[in-house]
């Protein structure tokens, strides 16, 4: 098991930044891929983006492609989005989600139920 504390969240007008870290605690951080998750008002959570445990592979929602980026550090056992160019559409509640793997480059699928550890979220608020 791992546990999971996000931070980052806050409210930034539409075509700005901002970066969410995930911070993990537990034990062999670097053996679990994290990813994020979020859920818009009134709308179903939806995957954003996952990346393994080397950091050599990731994935991204269809959305997140071109404006988002994961990336970790091991050392720091955090994991971080880079969100740019963000839209009202953007505005959720944004989940860091953990995985176990024995390999490297692996990265789980982009359901929830590929997951066995969510933090709590932060919100994100995108103004038009």
């Known amino acids: 098991q791992v546990q999971l504390v996000e931070s980052g969240g806050g409210l930034v007008q539409a075509g700005g930044s901002l970066r969410l870290s995930c911070a993990a605690s537990?034990?062999?951080?670097?053996?679990?891929?994290m990813g994020w998750f979020r859920r818009a008002p009134g709308k179903e959570r939806e995957f954003v983006a996952v990346?393994?445990?080397?950091?050599?592979?990731?994935y991204y929602a269809d959305f997140a492609k071109g404006r988002f980026t994961i990336s970790r550090d091991n050392a720091k056992h955090t994991v971080y989005l880079q969100m740019n160019s963000l839209k009202p559409e953007d505005t959720a509640v944004y989940y860091c989600?953990?995985?176990?793997?024995?390999?490297?480059?692996?990265?789980?699928?982009?359901?929830?139920?590929?997951?066995?550890?969510w933090g709590q979220g932060t919100q994100v608020t995108v103004s038009s």
């Open positions: 990346i393994s445990w080397s950091g050599g592979s990731s």
């Open positions: 989600v953990a995985q176990g793997s024995y390999t490297s480059d692996y990265v789980p699928g982009p359901h929830d139920s590929d997951y066995e550890n």
């Open positions: 537990g034990r062999n951080f670097i053996s679990y891929a």
